[in-house]
Each structure stands twice: as structure tokens, then as C-alpha cells.
């Protein structure tokens, strides 16, 4: 038998106090029942509201689709502006921005977009950087090549670094 050294990513409850990491920070999720917005920030807080007849099974599902729901909105308004950034030193047109939950990859570059992996808004924000410098690489080579990594090199001298984070640490952020 071979057992694994890495630890357990954590187990979510999607009870009021729990905390998930946040673009480098953590946020402390807050229920509330009744009526109301689904989602409010305030400060290191989200005040989440569901209705008060919900059984707990719809009360969990409902209460990690508000989360994902935050969370995609919140990595999309943070990664426009460094696809921004990058596609203007590339000097290439900005490519469509998706936000989606996968289980395998941290991000996907198709012939028309690129697509984010969901959790990435639980990683660090130098970290949500390098995964989108090396999706906009994948625009001028669509490969892994030395001209590949040399690319992402030229943008980001310390992606290494960065890479071994995202490896190291990747399974800590679990929605």
C-alpha cells in the first residue's frame, strides 16, 4: 500500500462561521434565513440569506451555489484587468473570460477563450496571475515548447516559484 503524504483537502459544512480562502485573504460566510438579497459583503464577512423553510439538503446546495456565484464574479472582476495587462504586452486582443468549476485544470485556453478554473478564487492573487499569464501564453503557443516556457519566463521571471506553489497548495481550495 502506498499511502499519500499530501493531507486531506478540507471538508465543507456551508455553516454559518465557516471561513474560505479568498483572493490571498479569507472570507467568513454568514447565514441568515429569511427574505432578502442572496449575498452581501461586509468587511471579511458574507452575509448569505436563504429561505427559512429550507430543508438542510437545499440549504447546503443552495448556500455553495451562492458561494460559486460570488466567487466567479469576484475572480472575473479581479482577472480582467491582468488578461488586460498581459494581452497589451502581448499584444494580442483580450480573449473572452470564463469562470468555471473543474475538477483537473486550473485553466483552459480554446481557440475562442480561456476558462478559469472556479477555485482559483481561493488561491493567492500572484498565484490567479501566473495561471493567467500561462493561459495567455497558450495564445501564441499552443503547446508546451522551450519558446512556451521561455514566453512565460519573459513575463514572469519567478513563475517557477509560483508553479510550485499552485502544486503544493492547490488542493487546499475546495468549494
Request: aromatic share 12%.
Amino acid at each position: 500500500t502506498i499511502a499519500s503524504t499530501r493531507p486531506l483537502p478540507p471538508k465543507r459544512t456551508y455553516e454559518d462561521g465557516e471561513i474560505f480562502p479568498f483572493l490571498g485573504e479569507s472570507v467568513t460566510i454568514r447565514i441568515r434565513r429569511g427574505e432578502g438579497v442572496p449575498f452581501l459583503r461586509s468587511g471579511d464577512e458574507l452575509i448569505i440569506t436563504i429561505p427559512g423553510e429550507y430543508t438542510r439538503y437545499y440549504e447546503e446546495k443552495t448556500i455553495k451555489e451562492i458561494i460559486s456565484g460570488y466567487f466567479a464574479e469576484e475572480l472575473y472582476k479581479f482577472s480582467k484587468p491582468v488578461f488586460t495587462r498581459y494581452a497589451d504586452i502581448l499584444q494580442i486582443p483580450v480573449p473572452p473570460i470564463k469562470i468555471r468549476d473543474q475538477k483537473t485544470k486550473w485553466g483552459t485556453c480554446t481557440p475562442r477563450s480561456i476558462i478559469l478554473n472556479l477555485r482559483l478564487c481561493m488561491a493567492p492573487c500572484h498565484i490567479i496571475e501566473y495561471v493567467i499569464v500561462h493561459e495567455l501564453a497558450h495564445k501564441i503557443h499552443p503547446n508546451h515548447s522551450p519558446r512556451y516556457w521561455s514566453l512565460v519566463e519573459r513575463l514572469m521571471p519567478d513563475y517557477k516559484v509560483r508553479r510550485e506553489y499552485l502544486k503544493n497548495h492547490g488542493y487546499e481550495w475546495v468549494l
